[in-house]
């Protein structure tokens, strides 16, 4: 088990919290379970501070795989080691499955209803809105970054122009891009240790 969490943090107090709390999440998410989490884990369950789960979220991003499941892998590990791991990716799945395997099977063929296209634009939008007001929200995280805002705020637009605008793919972005600001903070905490 971890050790203690800092003082004002809580902390899953069972397998069944972990498992409960992402599988409530997970049903939340439309679009996206991201905006969600944030809120729940930081604000509401106060498991995490923002800048820790800008941290976890981060290391989740460039992992393969989708960044939510590997996100509740990091917040189960924390928490529980292997099983905690094991137990927020399943709360995280299940019934998302369950649920996306009920309707396959019942509405198989609803897919080229003109209202149904409508609706799924209408989904479309939403969960942009809410990713963008996860990543307004997701800034104040970068306050005490050793890149300093400049520097955060040039290699967000960087990669916002390369992949929105430029069409770049992200096996070219992500390494280009996240070896800079690697370099970067490394230069920056080497500069801040020699001061």
Known sequence: MADAPPH????PRSLADLFLTFSGLALQGFGGVLAVAQRVLCEHKRWLTPAEF?????V???LPGPNVCNLSLAIGDRFFGWRGAFVALGGM?????VIVLVL???FSDAGAHPLVTRVLHGMGIVAAGLIAGTSLKLLAGLRGNVLGPLLCGLFGGGAFVAM?????????????????????????????RAA
């Not at 004002?8 to 902390?11: K, Q, S």
């Not at 800008?54 to 981060?58: A, G, N, R, T």
């Not at 799945?93 to 499955?97: C, E, K, R």
């Open 164 to 192: 929105a605008l430029l069409h770049w793919p992200l096996p070219i972005v992500l390494p280009v891009l996240g070896a800079s600001a690697w370099l970067c903070a490394w230069w920056q905490l080497g500069r801040g």
């Open 8 to 11: 004002g943090l809580a902390r």
């Open 54 to 58: 800008l941290e976890m979220l981060s």
């Open 93 to 97: 799945l299940f019934l998302p499955m």
């Open 60 to 62: 989740a991003q460039i």
């Open 104 to 106: 396959a099977a019942w």
